[in-house]
């Protein structure tokens, strides 16, 4: 049971279920119009011409009066539905076809029809649809042909999809998305398909035309409008006569019927064809279009773009590589029709300004006839161009002018050979790109290896390039700072027997290589240089050269030289990707030198620091005598030394005893005993600390290192610390106090940074403190010195971090970030001695306060002790106004000497006092250091209110004298 009988019978069950019959008529009479409407011949456009055209569509009707269901007076009948149906029916049978140059509706393609399949039912409302489609017959043929056109292009590239799977996978792509041009309409059908028999919609090509008004007067079609793609048709159209060659036709390629698709242009469509690589497939398609246009010879010519990015054409293919044309003047003619983007039909070249015929020899070569077409992509714009010269009729020898036809037909395969051309043009660049990449990738891979020689590296680099580029050799100009011309050497790599040869030679000033290089040296842009045939006696040993400047810091050029595989009467040129690939080269060759002069740089430093530590360590060794001194004396007791007063003073300590003295605090916090430390090592250590201290630094000196240390001793002795702290962090506080300021300048960071010294170049922060820890390392390791060689590789570790820590803290800038925290801690009691974030800090607070403990000495030591760190920083500001012409601050200018207790009380307030006291609050014992700055702070506030009662007292006398002169002057007067 076909559609229609399963349509009829839901027909009549709806009736009666409704109660209704008047549709059933209505029904049976469509079956048999649509029964009627199957068994008509289909009309082709070849019998369009036997047709009258009337009107503006050429409508030839002999009862169209009524136009549907509308009367002349524009007014409905009112003689009910099923009249108006009938009445329709009626003017629909003796309807003719509508006929219009290049386009057809026949009975069976009629609007009713078309709805009908776009799923209109029978009823009221597809009544008043097709009479809305009678009076506007214009709109409606739009319609459809326009909405056909979109519904026919998915069904067939979906077949043709489904052919190309079969043939070529990969060439899927390729052909979806993109309308052909077509030849000529097919010829008459063959044969007659009942609807129910046809499983899918067959298609034949052609001719796609948007606007009727488009076309020419004479009823053919301008070559501008010359569009394409796959129409389903009527059942009446054969499967054999409408599908394409490439679907349906077992005619061998090669073969061409102007009516329809060519099969030879389409197995190249969805076949893995290189045209633009193989000039075999090139020279098939050129032969192929020469025997179909009955042409003596083809060419054709891509669209390229020069250096500049103008377009232009590139090399002429030709179909007769033996012909004699001179296509030098038939670039004239592809000029034109690329500018153009239009066919151009020449019939007579000896009537044409642009060809010069007297150039030509009297012969049959000599072109007569030239019939030029523009190659298209699937976006309409202009990739190349094609030429046919001379037509001759087909079996005679009489010459013959390119017909209108022949340019159709030429049109059309041009859309398809744009196609194929553009996907060949897409893979090869794809490839090309591919193959770059990887060639790239290969070359960065290369340059991040180290190399024993600059001609190792360089021959690895050009290994790589120079099969891809087919060059005979290649040649890497260098230049140095220290050479006095153009270029300091030359490397020479040439490939022989898949073997890659690097000779360095000397740079020849005659070698015309040189004198290109230098040209490019000089100019800074890629040079593409070729040897013609009539140069090659002047110079015999290049045919062709490239060469590209190296760019950034490393100078110097990259040349390729002869293209091989060069036939003697030819010479090869080097192609534009060949220029890309030595530029990319030649970058990679730059950062491969400036990679091994790092390198070089890099090694020579290393060796340089070699030996600056191994006359370093030997300035730092102090001698066998003071080390078998210190070792052989008698170490007095931690009480005779008083370290462990916090009031302790080294004023009248020699630098025997301060020595013994620092030993003493080692020996009373057993760390020789923990941590195995060989006493002659451990003397050896303090020695060599104190020769690090430079002797001409006034207050950052060795006393300094030893009050620290002995503040760091007396607060670790301690009931609170000395129970809460491991041994290892007590050597580190130990070895970090008395190394805090080993080898200072007697400057702060700020002049350091400002005077740009290599510390702050090597640091960047912190410079001063940094150094401190480096000098510490250099001792630690120092050979005799090594006071940590016994602990573990985890001890060593994790002493060396906290030393370095504990160094760093001692920077004021540091101190401030982290006392709001410990204060916090302090003012709460939260402290806890487990938490390892919170023992870190406690460690930083107590180097700082063991830095700064000279404000908590008795008055007469921390007296002298500011007077010393005020010469020191007096000192740096005369060198500040000195050197850099600016004011220093207030505590670093001499002017404000007078202002000392001043300051030094705004510093007690500022840094010392707030550190204290929260110390004191953690750790009870160390409150001899809150009372000791609190002390002081009295002394330096009443020097500052002397000093004020001084400035007051000096302000009365002099005031006085003024009224006293003031008196006398005015006694006198009187």
Same mark, same amino acid.
């Given at each position: 049971?076909?559609?229609?009988?399963?349509?009829?019978?839901?027909?009549?069950?709806?009736?009666?279920?409704?109660?209704?019959?008047?549709?059933?008529?209505?029904?049976?009479?469509?079956?048999?119009?649509?029964?009627?409407?199957?068994?008509?011949?289909? +009309?082709? !456009? #070849?019998?369009? $011409?036997?047709?009258?055209?009337? %009107? &503006?569509?050429? /409508?030839?009707?002999?009862?169209? *009066?009524?136009?549907?269901?509308?009367?002349?007076?524009?007014?409905?009948?009112?003689?009910?539905?099923?009249?108006?149906?009938?009445?329709?029916?009626?003017?629909?049978?003796?309807?003719?076809?509508?006929?219009?140059?290049?386009?057809?509706?026949?009975?069976?393609?009629?609007?009713?029809?078309?709805?009908?399949?776009?799923?209109?039912?029978?009823?009221?409302?597809?009544?008043?649809?097709?009479?809305?489609?009678?009076?506007?017959?214009?709109?409606?043929?739009?319609?459809?042909?326009?909405?056909?056109?979109?519904?026919?292009?998915?069904?067939?590239?979906?077949?043709?999809?489904?052919?190309? +799977?079969? !043939? #070529?996978?990969? $060439?899927?792509?390729?052909?979806? %998305? &993109?309308?052909? /041009?077509?030849?000529?309409?097919? *010829?008459?059908?063959?044969?007659?398909?009942?609807?129910?028999?046809?499983?899918?919609?067959?298609?034949?090509?052609?001719?796609?035309?948007?606007?009727?008004?488009?076309?020419?007067?004479?009823?053919?079609?301008?070559?501008?409008?010359?569009?394409?793609?796959?129409?389903?048709?009527?059942?009446?159209?054969?499967?054999?006569?409408?599908?394409?060659?490439?679907?349906?036709?077992?005619?061998?390629?090669?073969?061409?019927?102007?009516?329809?698709?060519?099969?030879?242009?389409?197995?190249?469509?969805?076949?893995?064809?290189?045209?633009?690589?193989?000039?075999?497939?090139?020279?098939?398609?050129?032969?192929?279009?020469?025997?179909?246009?009955?042409?003596?010879?083809?060419?054709?010519?891509?669209?390229?773009?020069?250096?500049? *990015?103008?377009?232009?054409?590139?090399?002429?293919?030709?179909?007769?590589?033996?012909?004699?044309?001179?296509?030098?003047?038939?670039?004239?003619?592809?000029?034109?029709?690329?500018?153009?983007?239009?066919?151009?039909?020449?019939?007579?070249?000896?009537?044409?300004?642009?060809?010069?015929?007297?150039?030509?020899?009297?012969?049959?070569?000599?072109?007569?006839?030239?019939?030029?077409?523009?190659?298209?992509?699937?976006?309409?714009?202009?990739?190349?161009?094609?030429?046919?010269?001379?037509?001759?009729?087909?079996?005679?020898?009489?010459?013959?002018?390119?017909?209108?036809?022949?340019?159709?037909?030429?049109?059309?395969?041009?859309?398809?050979?744009?196609?194929?051309?553009?996907?060949?043009?897409?893979?090869?660049?794809?490839?090309?790109?591919?193959?770059?990449?990887?060639?790239?990738?290969?070359?960065?891979?290369?340059?991040?290896?180290?190399?024993?020689?600059?001609?190792?590296?360089?021959?690895?680099?050009?290994?790589?390039?120079?099969?891809?580029?087919?060059?005979?050799?290649?040649?890497?100009?260098?230049?140095?700072?220290?050479?006095?011309?153009?270029?300091?050497?030359?490397?020479?790599?040439?490939?022989?027997?898949?073997?890659?040869?690097?000779?360095?030679?000397?740079?020849?000033?005659?070698?015309?290589?040189?004198?290109?290089?230098?040209?490019?040296?000089?100019?800074?842009?890629?040079?593409?240089?070729?040897?013609?045939?009539?140069?090659?006696?002047?110079?015999?040993?290049?045919?062709?050269?490239?060469?590209?400047?190296?760019?950034?810091?490393?100078?110097?050029?990259?040349?390729?030289?002869?293209?091989?595989?060069?036939?003697?009467?030819?010479?090869?040129?080097?192609?534009?990707?060949?220029?890309?690939?030595?530029?990319?080269?030649?970058?990679?060759?730059?950062?491969?030198?400036?990679?091994?002069?790092?390198?070089?740089?890099?090694?020579?430093?290393?060796?340089?620091?070699?030996?600056?530590?191994?006359?370093?360590?030997?300035?730092?060794?102090?001698?066998?005598?003071?080390?078998?001194?210190?070792?052989?004396?008698?170490?007095?007791?931690?009480?005779?030394?008083?370290?462990?007063?916090?009031?302790?003073?080294?004023?009248?300590?020699?630098?025997?005893?301060?020595?013994?003295?620092?030993?003493?605090?080692?020996?009373?916090?057993?760390?020789?005993?923990?941590?195995?430390?060989?006493?002659?090592?451990?003397?050896?250590?303090?020695?060599?600390?104190?020769?690090?201290?430079?002797?001409?630094?006034?207050?950052?000196?060795?006393?300094?290192?030893?009050?620290?240390?002995?503040?760091?001793?007396?607060?670790?002795?301690?009931?609170?610390?000395?129970?809460?702290?491991?041994?290892?962090?007590?050597?580190?506080?130990?070895?970090?106090?008395?190394?805090?300021?080993?080898?200072?300048?007697?400057?702060?960071?700020?002049?350091?940074?400002?005077?740009?010294?290599?510390?702050?170049?090597?640091?960047?922060?912190?410079?001063?403190?940094?150094?401190?820890?480096?000098?510490?390392?250099?001792?630690?390791?120092?050979?005799?010195?090594?006071?940590?060689?016994?602990?573990?590789?985890?001890?060593?570790?994790?002493?060396?971090?906290?030393?370095?820590?504990?160094?760093?803290?001692?920077?004021?800038?540091?101190?401030?970030?982290?006392?709001?925290?410990?204060?916090?801690?302090?003012?709460?009691?939260?402290?806890?001695?487990?938490?390892?974030?919170?023992?870190?800090?406690?460690?930083?607070?107590?180097?700082?306060?063991?830095?700064?403990?000279?404000?908590?000495?008795?008055?007469?030591?921390?007296?002298?002790?500011?007077?010393?760190?005020?010469?020191?920083?007096?000192?740096?500001?005369?060198?500040?106004?000195?050197?850099?012409?600016?004011?220093?601050?207030?505590?670093?200018?001499?002017?404000?000497?007078?202002?000392?207790?001043?300051?030094?009380?705004?510093?007690?307030?500022?840094?010392?006092?707030?550190?204290?006291?929260?110390?004191?609050?953690?750790?009870?014992?160390?409150?001899?250091?809150?009372?000791?700055?609190?002390?002081?702070?009295?002394?330096?506030?009443?020097?500052?209110?002397?000093?004020?009662?001084?400035?007051?007292?000096?302000?009365?006398?002099?005031?006085?004298?003024?009224?006293?002169?003031?008196?006398?002057?005015?006694?006198?007067?009187?």
């Amino acid at each position: 049971m076909n559609r229609y009988q399963i349509h009829r019978q839901l027909t009549e069950s709806s009736s009666r279920r409704s109660g209704r019959s008047s549709n059933l008529p209505i029904s049976i009479c469509i079956w048999e119009r649509r029964k009627k409407r199957e068994s008509m011949p289909c +009309l082709h !456009t #070849e019998s369009l $011409s036997s047709l009258p055209a009337e %009107g &503006r569509y050429g /409508v030839t009707s002999t009862h169209r *009066g009524s136009q549907g269901s509308r009367s002349k007076s524009g007014k409905k009948v009112k003689n009910g539905e099923k009249g108006a149906r009938v009445e329709r029916n009626d003017s629909e049978k003796e309807q003719s076809v509508i006929t219009s140059a290049g386009w057809f509706f026949s009975p069976l393609w009629n609007p009713g029809a078309k709805t009908q399949r776009l799923g209109f039912r029978m009823g009221q409302e597809s009544e008043r649809v097709k009479a809305w489609l009678d009076d506007h017959s214009d709109s409606a043929r739009s319609y459809f042909s326009r909405s056909s056109r979109y519904w026919v292009n998915g069904c067939v590239e979906r077949a043709q999809a489904a052919q190309t +799977l079969i !043939t #070529e996978p990969r $060439s899927r792509m390729t052909i979806l %998305g &993109r309308r052909r /041009v077509s030849h000529p309409v097919c *010829g008459p059908s063959r044969g007659i398909l009942h609807p129910v028999t046809m499983k899918r919609p067959h298609s034949f090509s052609v001719h796609q035309i948007d606007n009727p008004e488009s076309l020419d007067p004479g009823g053919g079609h301008s070559c501008q409008s010359l569009q394409s793609t796959y129409f389903p048709f009527s059942p009446c159209v054969s499967r054999s006569t409408c599908l394409p060659h490439s679907l349906s036709s077992s005619r061998p390629a090669g073969q061409c019927r102007r009516g329809e698709s060519c099969n030879f242009m389409m197995r190249l469509v969805g076949g893995p064809n290189r045209p633009l690589q193989n000039k075999n497939i090139c020279l098939q398609v050129l032969q192929h279009l020469c025997e179909i246009t009955q042409a003596q010879s083809c060419c054709f010519s891509m669209m390229t773009v020069d250096k500049t *990015g103008v377009k232009c054409l590139g090399p002429v293919f030709q179909s007769n590589e033996e012909s004699v044309y001179d296509y030098t003047q038939a670039e004239c003619i592809m000029g034109y029709v690329v500018s153009t983007g239009r066919p151009l039909n020449i019939r007579d070249a000896r009537e044409d300004p642009r060809f010069q015929i007297e150039l030509y020899e009297a012969g049959e070569d000599r072109p007569r006839s030239i019939l030029s077409v523009p190659i298209l992509n699937h976006k309409k714009e202009v990739i190349g161009v094609f030429m046919a010269v001379n037509k001759s009729r087909q079996g005679t020898c009489i010459d013959s002018c390119f017909s209108e036809e022949d340019e159709k037909v030429l049109s059309s395969h041009m859309v398809l050979f744009g196609l194929i051309l553009e996907n060949s043009q897409l893979c090869e660049s794809s490839e090309q790109e591919s193959k770059r990449n990887q060639i790239l990738l290969e070359l960065a891979q290369l340059v991040s290896h180290d190399y024993p020689s600059v001609d190792d590296m360089l021959s690895k680099l050009a290994a790589v390039i120079l099969p891809v580029t087919k060059a005979q050799f290649c040649t890497v100009f260098i230049s140095d700072d220290s050479s006095t011309g153009p270029f300091s050497r030359m490397v020479h790599i040439e490939e022989t027997n898949h073997c890659v040869q690097c000779s360095p030679r000397d740079c020849d000033t005659s070698d015309i290589s040189y004198v290109y290089a230098v040209h490019v040296q000089n100019s800074m842009e890629t040079l593409n240089f070729v040897n013609r045939p009539a140069q090659i006696s002047k110079v015999p040993q290049i045919r062709s050269l490239i060469g590209t400047p190296l760019r950034g810091k490393q100078r110097g050029v990259c040349q390729l030289v002869n293209k091989r595989n060069v036939a003697l009467a030819e010479t090869e040129v080097f192609s534009r990707a060949d220029e890309l690939l030595l530029e990319d080269f030649a970058v990679y060759c730059a950062l491969g030198l400036q990679n091994f002069n790092m390198q070089q740089m890099a090694d020579k430093t290393r060796a340089r620091l070699a030996v600056n530590k191994e006359v370093l360590s030997y300035q730092i060794s102090v001698s066998q005598e003071e080390i078998h001194d210190l070792e052989e004396s008698l170490i007095p007791s931690a009480d005779a030394l008083c370290l462990l007063d916090f009031g302790f003073s080294d004023f009248n300590m020699s630098q025997t005893a301060m020595t013994q003295a620092v030993v003493r605090m080692f020996l009373d916090l057993n760390l020789p005993q923990d941590f195995s430390i060989d006493y002659k090592t451990l003397c050896q250590w303090v020695l060599s600390i104190r020769k690090c201290y430079r002797n001409n630094v006034v207050y950052h000196n060795w006393s300094h290192a030893l009050r620290t240390a002995q503040c760091m001793f007396a607060m670790l002795q301690t009931k609170e610390l000395k129970s809460h702290f491991s041994s290892l962090e007590v050597l580190a506080l130990m070895i970090a106090s008395l190394s805090h300021d080993l080898d200072h300048r007697g400057v702060n960071n700020s002049y350091i940074e400002r005077s740009n010294q290599p510390l702050a170049q090597l640091y960047g922060h912190s410079s001063l403190e940094h150094h401190h820890y480096d000098m510490c390392l250099l001792i630690l390791n120092n050979p005799g010195s090594q006071i940590l060689s016994s602990l573990s590789l985890k001890e060593y570790r994790t002493c060396v971090q906290m030393i370095e820590k504990n160094i760093l803290a001692t920077d004021l800038f540091i101190y401030i970030e982290k006392r709001t925290k410990f204060f916090k801690l302090a003012q709460n009691n939260s402290c806890l001695w487990k938490d390892e974030g919170h023992r870190e800090l406690l460690r930083s607070m107590l180097m700082t306060a063991s830095d700064i403990c000279a404000i908590t000495k008795p008055w007469p030591v921390q007296k002298r002790i500011a007077e010393l760190v005020a010469t020191e920083f007096y000192a740096q500001g005369d060198r500040e106004k000195c050197e850099f012409n600016i004011q220093p601050i207030d505590v670093m200018d001499r002017e404000n000497s007078s202002r000392l207790p001043h300051m030094q009380v705004d510093y007690i307030d500022g840094i010392c006092s707030p550190l204290y006291e929260a110390l004191a609050s953690i750790c009870e014992s160390c409150s001899p250091l809150k009372e000791g700055c609190r002390r002081n702070k009295k002394h330096w506030q009443q020097l500052v209110d002397s000093r004020k009662e001084e400035e007051s007292l000096k302000i009365k006398r002099q005031n006085g004298e003024r009224e006293e002169a003031s008196l006398t002057l005015s006694g006198g007067h009187s």
